[in-house]
């Protein structure tokens, strides 16, 4: 018996092409908008529209002089992002896995209560926490200095859910009990079974808690005063207020430049680990 197609189904596909076009425009513009600009010269910058090339092809006087500025500045700010990422981020790697997988294969009172606890921390935003961080950290007199920002940033309840739920699917009980009749102390299980089965899982937590931490700006600006100390998302707005302030000369083409390199580490962090962060993100969402 012969089918026919429903007229419907061409035009709602046709809909849903027009609007994933729309937000790739949406996605993309602003990009391409900022890369060009990070080539044009700062007269250059002023008086060309937005995706024009510049009269002179400057990106790379521009990224010497970004490095340069200042004294150098912005290579402090960078190490300061670099150091909040790996201590920060790596941290709430490490403890997201743990918890995660104890959460998942370990049964023991009041963990429904965990449970429940980790949901309502993950409905929380984090800007609702800012100011009772703060008075908690000024009353330690931690204010000002890295730790404000490395010890937030080790508690991540999304990616201890994320290991919660990945763990779940991906280590199967037999695989442990059979460890454990072959005489596997439970740490040895965790370091020479259960991670190498977790590891989709652990690349898709860091990555989403590399790129909080990177992107990371208004825990930082309330709680660091010294420039020095600044990671970059802080330190570039603050030459961008410097810029427009009254008498200052404009660095806008630094400003862009600075961002320019700023997203390149979590642009290549993802094209190189795309296969993992990928099967993390599908695993457990559909049972075997």
């Not at 006087?61 to 790996?86: C, K, M, P, Q, S």
């Not at 990671?231 to 200052?248: C, E, K, M, R």
Request: aromatic share 12%.
């Amino acid at each position: 018996m012969a089918t026919t197609r429903s007229p419907l189904r061409p035009r709602k596909s046709r809909v849903l092409t027009a609007v994933m076009a729309v937000y790739l425009l949406y996605t993309l513009v602003p990009l391409a908008w900022l890369l060009i600009s990070a080539t044009k010269t700062q007269q250059d910058l002023l008086s060309t529209s937005g995706l024009a090339l510049g009269g002179t092809f400057a990106l790379f006087d521009n990224i010497a002089e970004t490095f340069t500025h200042d004294g150098g500045i912005f290579l402090r700010w960078l190490g300061n992002t670099l150091l909040y990422v790996v201590l920060g981020a790596g941290g709430a790697t490490v403890l997201a896995t743990a918890a995660g997988y104890g959460l998942a294969k370990y049964r023991f009172r009041g963990r429904r209560a965990v449970f429940a606890v980790l949901l309502g921390a993950i409905a929380i935003p984090g800007t609702a926490l800012a100011v009772p961080t703060f008075l908690m950290f000024s009353n330690l007199g931690l204010t000002n200095t890295p730790w404000a920002i490395i010890i937030p940033s080790l508690v991540s309840p999304f990616g201890l859910y994320l290991v919660w739920t990945y763990a779940v699917e991906a280590v199967p009980d037999d695989l442990l009990e059979a460890a454990r009749i072959d005489g596997a102390g439970e740490l040895r299980i965790f370091f020479t079974v259960t991670l190498r089965l977790l590891l989709p899982g652990v690349v898709t937590v860091a990555l989403f808690a590399v790129v909080s931490t990177w992107n990371n700006y208004f825990l930082p600006l309330i709680m660091l005063s010294e420039p020095d100390w600044y990671p970059l998302t802080v330190g570039l707005n603050q030459w961008s207020a410097q810029a427009s302030g009254v008498g200052a000369q404009p660095i806008y083409h630094l400003v862009i430049t600075g961002a320019v390199i700023t997203i390149v580490p979590l642009v290549v962090a993802f094209l190189l680990l795309q296969r993992f962060w990928q099967s993390g993100l599908t695993a457990g969402s559909v049972k075997q």
